[in-house]
């Protein structure tokens, strides 16, 4: 983020796009491509009731965390221009906001009162922000339990959110005595789960301390099977995945490996930039780790992974310009670094590797051949490039024997209770009518056995 020199410098000048390139060659930015930040400023050109905030990401070139700073100097730079005055549009939106003074200076100082990704705040600090930001319904949708819209289960469910290790590495740094980090040598983080605050950027809250003792080694893992396998293959309903596999009439699930490499981009990319930015590639490295399971892991890169690099090379080689489209038909929300990271963790050539053989890029020729006479600038053709992406031979893929089902590695990510009192039933939301009997009543003993008759295929 600029200094307050910087912001001095922005209340001085005339807020378009003529502002930009000057600040960029001054640095300002950080690692922010300059194109990342043109596109921030012109997604968000306030349009009165029009909502863009999905095109940001779209047809950029940055980390997640450079475009996500790009957008707060941007919102700066809006911020100078904005008609705040009582009777404008946005003058009586802000009337009944919480964080509101009076006055643009406030509202411009609200932007740094955020917190960075790998931050763990405590529970005062996210209940002064949550009422500023009157976040009380998304607040409580997030402790909500998840029930059964078919009342058909006693159980509820709701998802966990865990810290990352990296942000739990930082917080114990930062409180230890500057005395006592210098004497560390290393240290080993296994992201063992998903975690909140977008995790696979949090490396760069490391830099600091890697600067500060150039002795100090991270050695940061990250769980193939059981964080970039999952987020690939997260649900939004337990109730529906659960049913689905738990179904005898259908196959029992298997991982799906079209979006693996959209997964491990966010990873790999953003080692990349953390590195940019200034981390001793002496002291970090990023391993990709396939434990308990590194034959599967093998397999799904070189079906998977190693497949969507070359269709994604052969994508820029045909169709130069589509990557960098900004509308939702595009296949714009894949890193523009992708291919790049994905080359440096296959031959170890950056602070990346696999523990496990990454295999190696598909024919490109192969794909290129495929796209010809395609019309991608019409709907049809974009349609039929976008299952020339997702159809691939072999995309289902199971853990091996001896490790838990897909389905129990899944519900992992879920916390789980009876329903069964009524302070549960009013917690979790639910109307005390539209749930089972009560447990240990006869009434309860025969809805569990009606339950049970129905999902062994006999009429309830």
């Known amino acids: 983020m600029p200094v307050d020199s910087d912001l001095k410098r922005l209340d001085s000048m005339p807020l378009g796009n003529p502002v930009l390139p000057e600040l960029y060659e001054d640095g300002i930015f950080g690692d922010a491509p300059y194109e990342t930040l043109t596109a921030c400023y012109e997604s968000l050109k306030l349009v009165p009731g029009v909502a863009v905030w999905d095109q940001v990401f779209r047809g950029t070139t940055g980390s997640r965390y450079e475009i996500t700073h790009a957008v707060k100097f941007t919102l700066r730079l809006v911020a100078q221009q904005l008609d705040i005055k009582s009777g404008s549009d946005l003058g009586e939106f ?15 100082g609200f932007l740094d009162e955020c917190y960075e990704p790998w931050h763990i705040p405590s529970w005062s600090d996210l209940e002064s922000m949550g009422r500023r930001l009157e976040d ?13 819209g078919r009342k ?55 830099i600091p301390f890697c600067k ?82 590194r034959d599967l892991c093998s397999e799904v890169f070189q079906q998977s992974v190693q497949r969507s690099g070359a269709f994604f090379i052969a994508v820029e080689r045909c169709f130069p310009r589509l990557l960098e489209r900004r509308d939702p038909t595009a296949f714009s929300l894949i890193q523009r670094r992708a291919v790049e990271a994905l080359t440096h963790l296959t031959h170890e050539t950056s602070v990346m590797r696999c523990n496990f053989n990454p295999g190696q890029l598909w024919n ?71 749930v089972p009997p009560i447990y240990g009543t006869r009434s ?11 999902s062994h295929g006999a009429p309830s």
């Open 444 to 454: 309860y003993d025969t809805w569990r056995n009606s339950i049970r008759a129905s």
């Open 212 to 293: 500060e003792n150039p002795r100090l080694r991270i050695e940061h893992r990250v769980s193939m099977l059981t964080n970039i396998l999952q987020a690939a293959n997260m649900f939004y309903d337990a109730y529906s995945f659960k049913a689905r596999a738990e179904d005898p009439n259908k196959e029992r699930p298997s991982i799906n490996g079209n979006g693996v490499f959209q997964k491990v981009s966010d990873w790999s990319v953003e080692a990349l930039s953390t590195v940019n930015a200034g981390m001793p590639t002496s002291s970090y490295s990023l391993i990709v780790d396939g434990e308990p399971a």
């Open 152 to 206: 058909k289960s006693s159980v509820a469910y709701r998802s966990k959110y865990r810290f990352s290790a990296a942000a739990v590495a930082i917080r114990f740094l930062h409180r230890l005595p500057r005395t006592k980090r210098l004497s560390l040598r290393a240290l080993s983080l296994r992201e063992s789960h998903i975690a909140v605050g977008f995790q696979e950027c949090h490396s760069r809250g490391l």
């Open 94 to 108: 802000l009337v009944g906001w919480r964080g509101w003074k009076g006055n643009r200076q406030e509202l411009i």
């Open 136 to 148: 009380d319904d998304k607040w409580s949708r997030l402790q909500s339990w998840e029930v059964d």
């Open 364 to 434: 490109i020729d192969r794909f290129v051949e495929d796209f010809e006479g395609l019309a991608i600038d019409t709907a049809v053709g974009m349609l039929a490039l976008y299952h020339k992406h997702k159809t691939s031979e072999g995309s289902g893929f199971h853990p091996p024997i001896p490790l838990s089902s897909w389905l129990d590695l899944m519900m992992d990510n879920c916390e789980s209770r009876e329903i069964l009192t009524y302070h549960y039933r009013c917690d979790a939301g639910m109307n005390p009518k539209d």
